[in-house]
């Protein structure tokens, strides 16, 4: 499984921004994806998850509310709206993807894009 993250970019405190995760390689409805950030000098921290044949969603409370997880199956493609953004969302932004049952803890995902740069200025 191959994963590509597109969107990303700078923008001003309160607005909005997109990002894409195109799947491919074995039939994907069998992993669940997640969206991890890091920002400089910290930790990869999870943002969201959603299983893949359920459409089941998961957030970490400190994007909850301002960011929703998707999914298009027949695209095989994953997006992450981000509303309402914050200065501290700044970070790079990964997408994932594993056959686990956990879903944020990094260290359990087993397929990683290269990461999109957001940046968010107050």
């Known amino acids: 499984v191959q994963v590509v993250e597109t969107g990303g970019g700078s923008v001003q405190a309160g607005d909005s921004l997109s990002l894409s995760c195109a799947a491919s390689?074995?039939?994907?409805?069998?992993?669940?994806m997640g969206w991890f950030r890091q920002a400089p000098g910290k930790e990869r921290e999870f943002v969201a998850a959603?299983?893949?044949?359920?459409?089941?969603?998961y957030y970490a409370d400190s994007v909850k509310g301002r960011f929703t997880i998707s999914r298009d199956k027949t695209k095989n493609t994953g997006y992450l709206q981000m509303n309402s953004l914050k200065p501290e969302d700044t970070a790079v932004y990964y997408c994932a993807a594993t056959n686990s049952w956990s879903y944020d803890r990094p260290k359990d995902y087993e397929y990683w894009g290269q990461g999109t740069q957001v940046t968010v200025s107050s």
């Open positions: 959603i299983t893949w044949s359920s459409n089941s969603t």
């Open positions: 390689g074995r039939t994907f409805s069998a992993y669940r």
